[in-house]
């Protein structure tokens, strides 16, 4: 049986996408590059066509794009790789809404937290 999936482009060379979540309300798919923390958008009503970059590379502290979730409210929620730090935007307008600090808890052991 033949796949009902569509394919969707990413544009660029090096681009490693990890990191999938769907807005069934819009019909939007954002997926995150572990290369640098880009951030693509498309819609599943495109099959074939191009994705979007939704978030540049370097605006802000985002180095990788790892694991991604979007809320009923349409916030996008980014996990930053290695750098440990989770991101929040808004997924109208790309505007980042908060980001976050998290120390691995062997790190807040040994700074006596």
Known sequence: MASEAGRYALPGNEVYPEGVTYR???????VGSTTDGTVFRGNVGEPGAEAEIFLEP???????ATGMKVDPAGQLFVAGG???QPFVYDTSTGQALASFRIQPENEMIQRGF
Do not use: M, S, V
């Open 24 to 30: 069934p309300e819009t019909g939007e798919f954002f």
């Open 58 to 64: 370097g605006e802000d502290e985002r180095t990788a």
């Open 82 to 84: 290695d750098n440990g």
